[in-house]
C-alpha cells in the first residue's frame, strides 16, 4: 500500500504546450483625422466587421478638450458604424494619470457601467502618459478589448504610440504596473502636433535622436543636415522625422526577435537608464524625452570614456541635441544620498531589476551603431556626468 503511493507521486509526466499567435495592426498617417469626410478612423474601426455598428468610448486627453466636439460630430457622421457609447470623457494628461492610480480605476469602472464587451473600443486620444494608462485599462477589462490610439504628441506618433506596451507608475518608479498590448490600430495625426507646445515638440525628437543612433547613421546624417528646420518646427521636416523614427520602432519590434521582451536586451533604451531616474527625481518636472535627451548624452560620453565610441562623436551628439532645443544637464544629476552615493547610479539597480536578467545596457560603437554591455563602470559614469556638468557651466 505504502509502496504504491510513493511510486504514485514519483510520476512525472510534462505536456508542451505551444502555440504561435501572429499580430498585425495599421499604424495610419493621417491628417485631421475627426474630419468627418475623413474615412482613416472608420476604415480602421471597421476593418474586421465593415457592417456592424460599434460601441465605442473615447478617453481624451484633457490639452485636447476641445475636440471634444468634433469626436461627436465624428461619430454622428458615421453612426451606421459608429455608436458612442458615452460623450468622450476628458482625462488629465501628462505623467499624473500615470501616477495615480485612481484614473486606471475610474476608466475600468466607466466601461463596467457601460457594459463594455471584448468587441467594442477603447479609444484613447493624447500623449504619451494617456495612452500608457488607458492602454492598461484596455488590456486589462476584460482582459483585452480591442484598442485604438490616437497620438497626439511628437514622442507619443514617433515612438511609445506604435509600439506594443502600456504602463502606469507605482511608488515613484516608472512603469512598474503595465502589459505588452498590441493595439487595434494606431492613427497618427500631424496637425495634433502643430498645435502643441515648443516644449514638448522638442522632447519628443529625443527619440528619433534616439533610434537614429543606435540603427541608422542615414538618419542621423539626415537629422543634422535638417536641424534648423526641424529647430523650428518646419510642417514636412517634423513630418519626415516622426514617420521615419515611427518605422524604425516598428521594425524593431517585428524584426528584432523579442517583441515582449523577454530576453535582458532593450535596444530601444539607449539613454534611458539615467533618464528614468531622473523623470522620477525630478518628480516629473523634466519630460520624459527631456530626461532622455540627458540620458544620450550621458551614455554617449561614457562610449568614448570606455573606447567603444571615438573621442569626438560624443561632441557632435550633444551639439545636435542643444541645437533642437534640449538642455544636457539637470542639478538632479548631481543629487547625493546621505551616504554620499549619487542617486542617479540608483537607476543601474533598477533598470536591472526591470529587465529581470543580467544588466544589459545599450551604448555607441558609432554613430547609427548600438552595442550591448552587461557592466557599467561607477566611476566612468562619474566622470560622464562630471564632462556634463562642466560643458554646461555648472
Ligand atoms: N509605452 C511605451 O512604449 C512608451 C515609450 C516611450 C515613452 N512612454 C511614456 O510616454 C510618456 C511621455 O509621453 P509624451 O512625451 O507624449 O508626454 P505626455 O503624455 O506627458 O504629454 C505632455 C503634455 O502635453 C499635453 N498634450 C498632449 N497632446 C497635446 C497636443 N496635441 N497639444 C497640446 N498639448 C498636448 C499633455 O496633456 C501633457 O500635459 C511617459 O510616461 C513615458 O514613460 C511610453
Ligand atoms: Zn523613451
Redesign the pocket.
Known amino acids: 500500500m505504502a509502496a504504491d503511493a510513493r511510486s504514485k507521486t514519483a510520476e512525472t509526466a510534462t505536456h508542451w504546450q505551444r502555440f504561435a499567435v501572429p499580430y498585425e495592426f495599421p499604424v495610419v498617417f493621417t491628417e485631421g483625422v475627426f474630419d468627418p469626410e475623413n474615412p482613416a478612423l472608420r476604415d480602421v474601426l471597421c476593418r474586421l466587421e465593415p457592417h456592424k455598428r460599434h460601441r465605442v468610448v473615447v478617453f481624451v486627453d484633457d490639452a485636447l478638450a476641445s475636440h471634444i466636439k468634433n469626436i461627436a460630430e465624428y461619430a454622428q457622421h458615421h453612426k451606421d458604424v459608429i455608436e458612442l457609447a458615452c460623450p468622450p470623457i476628458a482625462m488629465p494628461g501628462g505623467e499624473k494619470i500615470k501616477s495615480e492610480l485612481h484614473f486606471v480605476e475610474s476608466a475600468q469602472q466607466t466601461l463596467f457601467d457601460l457594459h463594455i464587451d471584448r468587441h467594442s473600443f477603447v479609444i484613447a486620444v493624447g500623449g504619451g502618459a494617456l495612452l500608457d494608462a488607458i492602454g492598461l485599462v484596455a488590456a486589462t477589462t476584460h482582459r483585452g478589448v480591442r484598442h485604438i490610439r490616437i497620438p497626439t504628441t511628437v514622442l507619443a506618433q514617433n515612438?511609445s504610440g506604435v509600439g506594443v506596451k502600456n504602463g502606469v507608475n507605482l511608488r515613484g518608479v516608472k512603469n512598474f504596473v503595465g502589459s505588452f498590448a498590441p493595439p487595434f490600430a494606431v492613427l497618427n495625426d500631424l496637425r495634433f502636433i502643430m498645435t502643441l507646445p515648443e516644449r514638448d515638440k522638442v522632447a519628443g525628437m529625443a527619440?528619433a535622436v534616439k533610434v537614429s543612433l543606435i540603427r541608422d547613421a542615414a538618419f542621423f546624417g539626415w537629422i543634422e543636415r535638417h536641424m534648423d528646420d526641424l529647430a523650428t518646427f518646419e510642417r514636412s521636416a517634423m513630418a519626415t522625422l516622426i514617420r521615419r523614427c515611427a518605422e524604425l520602432h516598428m521594425r524593431q519590434i517585428s524584426h528584432g526577435g523579442d517583441p515582449f521582451e523577454t530576453g535582458s536586451a532593450r535596444p530601444l533604451d539607449y539613454g534611458?537608464w539615467s533618464a528614468h531616474k531622473l523623470e522620477s527625481l525630478t518628480r516629473h518636472h523634466l519630460r520624459?524625452g527631456e530626461a532622455?535627451a540627458i540620458g544620450m548624452a550621458l551614455d554617449a560620453r561614457y562610449s568614448v570614456l570606455a573606447g567603444l565610441l571615438a573621442p569626438g562623436e560624443e561632441e557632435r551628439i550633444c551639439a545636435l541635441l542643444e541645437y533642437l532645443g534640449f538642455q544636457l544637464w539637470h542639478p538632479a544629476l548631481a543629487k547625493s544620498s546621505p551616504a554620499g552615493k549619487w542617486v542617479i547610479l540608483e537607476g543601474l539597480d533598477e533598470f536591472r531589476e526591470h529587465l529581470g536578467g543580467a544588466l544589459t545596457i545599450t551604448l555607441l560603437a558609432g554613430i547609427g551603431s548600438g552595442v550591448e554591455v552587461h557592466e557599467m563602470d561607477t566611476e566612468r559614469v562619474r566622470q560622464a556626468m562630471l564632462w556634463l556638468k562642466e560643458r554646461a557651466g555648472a
Open positions: 515612438d527619440e534611458h520624459h532622455v
